[in-house]
Antibody
Framework: EVQLVETGGGLIQPGGSLRLSCAASGFTVSSNYMSWVRQAPGKGLEWVSV???????YYADSVKGRFTISRDNSKNTLYLQMNSLRAEDTAVYYCARGVGGSGSYSLDYWGQGTLVTVSS | SYELTQPPSVSVSPGQTASITCSGD??????ACWYQQKPGQSPVLVIY???KRPSGIPERFSGSNSGNTATLTISGTQAMDEADYYCQAWDRPHVVFGGGTKLTVL
């Protein structure tokens, strides 16, 4: 059974750093396109970052230069290192497994999400 | 950057057909997918590659994509279908979401 479990959220002051983890089971993280998606309170979904199976990484403009996506193949875990946090980064952060082929990319499994609150 | 536009809200009576649109420049040249999100829950993929249903998704959910518009159609809408729906496309290498549509069944 595919499962994704995010941890690492919490309350952090503006300018601080936080690392989110997403432990995967039932599949191999390194063989899939893994994404982080966030949702601010009462708002819609916002894609944050992706790491492709080959290791290439990409970011939304809103987090580029501040966030870093990575994975640990030995632990089958996805990470999101978040630096220089701002109030507008406050959101529930989801990790999700991407599946694609023939030019498509969909997120077929999602974690339960972890809340990040940036506030003084 | 690529943008997807959805209507903020759609209303439908139980048993009727609900249609939710998603517009983007030449969206028909890309694949669209759709997610359902109920309050306090994680999103669930309901349509991928324009019109395919993942295992476990009821047949009343269908999708299409042509020109600049993708459409999610729910036939015989049930009260349990009341939720937020998001379209998504792949503007390689980035992922793009629409703003979401709140479906009300009344």
């Amino acid at each position: 059974e595919v499962q994704l479990v995010e941890t690492g959220g919490g309350l952090i002051q503006p300018g601080g750093s936080l690392r989110l983890s997403c432990a995967a089971s039932g599949f191999t993280v390194s063989s899939n396109y893994m994404s982080w998606v966030r949702q601010a309170p009462g708002k819609g979904l916002e894609w944050v970052s992706v790491i492709y199976s080959g290791g290439s990484t990409y970011y939304a403009d809103s987090v580029k230069g501040r966030f870093t996506i990575s994975r640990d193949n030995s632990k089958n875990t996805l990470y999101l290192q978040m630096n220089s946090l701002r109030a507008e980064d406050t959101a529930v952060y989801y990790c999700a497994r991407g599946v694609g082929g023939s030019g498509s990319y969909s997120l077929d499994y999602w974690g339960q999400g972890t809340l990040v609150t940036v506030s003084s | 950057s690529y943008e997807l536009t959805q209507p903020p809200s759609v209303s439908v009576s139980p048993g009727q057909t609900a249609s939710i649109t998603c517009s983007g420049d030449k969206l028909g040249d890309k694949y669209a997918c759709w997610y359902q999100q109920k309050p306090g829950q994680s999103p669930v993929l309901v349509i991928y590659q324009d019109s395919k249903r993942p295992s476990g998704i009821p047949e009343r959910f269908s999708g299409s994509n042509s020109g600049n518009t993708a459409t999610l159609t729910i036939s015989g809408t049930q009260a349990m279908d009341e939720a937020d729906y998001y379209c998504q496309a792949w503007d390689r290498p980035h992922v793009v979401f629409g703003g979401g549509t709140k479906l009300t069944v009344l």
